[in-house]
């Protein structure tokens, strides 16, 4: 019967049985031996018309499966009974340990990203590192601006650089030739980087203490923005080749950026772009967001972008506490 | 599309937890500021699903309406958006609920059979 029982269960599990109101059934086997073979089941079945059929068949399934580990039973009569929740159980029945069939998890979805993102933010809270998360749409000129900022910084800042694309090593090879250590992270089908990715990377970047760690994220303006990583800030660039509406029609993203670089403003005197409504878009989204207006090509505006950086990145013994934007 | 990875992370959350037992339903909260789409997460849930404990379960999503306290005038206000601001005209507000993203539980599949002992029922049916 105990093999029975297993091979059984195993059979009904496998079988996509509707949820619904819940059924016992009870099945009686009646073999050459005296005593019935008796189980009684419970379903996840509710009792609808097609539901008798269901039974039956299952039934068939148990009965095929106990012949087959009690060779040589012969099974006189099969009945099955049906008996409703409300009808009262049979004395003995632990009804009460199978109905805690519903598990409290409470658990949030993200909490084994968020756990990583803190490990990596511990990790670089001890070297006294500042990490940034870089994030905007494809295009908007993100590599070129750590490109120069790296070209700019060198001997004042240590630079390190994490690259995050889906594919290919082309802005690796370019962080590379600007001078600074970068490790490339392809993602694949992946659309954003995520926290254990960047510890993967920080393990072979090996950047060092008192340094500054830019991620550049996946051009992506959506995923980027739930997937903590372990930074100090997100930083968007927002190119004006875009629309001065970005902030609000990607405002998760806009409002989890404590910096926005506003890039290719060498292109102004090209576009109708209306520099006034996207700052006013980004501040309508996030009211704290710091806005500095560049060109990472011309160079033009660049310098404010180097004291937010030189400001953040102060060495350990300063205060650390006032880190103004 | 990162519902996606989200969607893993549920089935990886539930499985875990379930530890080999079939899972019959999983209920979600997501809250409609947190930047995922419920739909897409229903979406992408049958194929991750496919193949593990929670193969064929169903997902109950309960969505969770925003809503906000000013932090110029103290006011509870309902925030359809990220950036509504409160009636007062502050865009300056802590967020109560609406960013929630939490597996709240899982129903496990009846495990089949309850054997009982023959004795229990000698003599009955």
């Keep these: ?325 | 599309m990162h519902e996606l990875a989200i969607a893993r992370n549920i089935v990886a959350i539930v499985a875990e937890k379930a530890n080999g037992r079939r899972v019959a339903k999983v209920t979600l909260e997501v809250g409609k500021l947190s930047g995922v789409m419920a739909g897409a997460i229903a979406f992408c849930f049958d194929q991750v699903a496919a193949g593990t404990a929670l193969d064929g379960a169903t997902l109950d999503i309960r969505e969770i309406e925003g809503r906000a306290q000013c932090q110029a005038c103290g006011a509870e206000f309902r925030k359809p958006a990220v950036f509504t601001p409160c009636p007062c005209g502050s865009r300056q507000s802590t967020l109560l609920q609406g960013s929630e993203l939490n597996i709240k539980s899982m129903q496990l599949e009846e495990t089949g059979i309850c054997a009982e002992p023959a004795a229990v029922q000698a003599g009955r049916m």
């Design chain 1, 1 to 325: 019967m105990r093999t029975a029982r297993g091979t059984a269960t195993r059979t009904i599990t496998r079988t996509n049985i509707p949820t619904g109101r819940v059924t016992r059934m009870s099945m009686c086997i009646r073999t050459a031996h005296a005593t019935p073979i008796r189980m009684t089941m419970r379903t996840a079945m509710s009792m609808a018309a097609t539901t008798v059929t269901r039974m039956k068949a299952i039934m068939r399934m148990i009965m095929s499966m106990f012949i087959r580990t009690a060779p040589g039973t012969r099974i006189r009569t099969a009945t099955l009974t049906s008996i409703p929740m409300t009808a009262s159980h049979p004395a003995g029945h632990q009804l009460g340990r199978l109905e805690t069939a519903t598990v409290e998890l409470e658990a949030r979805i993200l909490a084994k990203n968020d756990a990583l993102a803190a490990t990596n933010r511990a990790w670089f809270a001890d070297r006294n590192i500042l990490a940034l998360n870089l994030v905007s749409s494809p295009g908007a000129g993100k590599t070129t601006l750590l490109e120069r900022t790296i070209r700019d910084l060198r001997g004042e800042l240590a630079l390190f650089v994490i690259e995050g694309d889906q594919a290919t090593a082309n802005d690796g090879l370019r962080i590379r030739a600007a001078g600074a250590p970068v490790v490339q992270i392809n993602t694949g089908a992946g659309c954003h980087l995520e926290a254990d990715m960047v510890a993967a990377g920080l393990k072979e970047l090996e950047p060092a203490s008192d340094s500054v760690v830019l991620i550049e994220n996946v051009g992506n303006l959506v995923c980027p923005a739930m997937f903590d990583l372990g930074e100090r800030a997100k930083v968007v660039v927002f190119s004006v080749t875009e629309g001065e509406d970005k902030p609000l029609k990607y405002p998760h993203m806009f409002a989890a950026c404590e910096v926005m670089i506003l890039n290719k403003i060498d292109l102004l005197p090209h576009l109708d772009f209306d520099v006034v409504a996207a700052i006013a878009n980004a501040v309508t989204v996030n009211p704290n967001i710091a806005p500095f207006l560049v060109s990472a090509k011309s160079g033009e505006g660049l310098l404010d972008w180097y004291d937010w950086l030189r400001g953040q990145a102060a060495p350990r013994g300063s205060l650390s506490g006032n880190r103004a934007v």
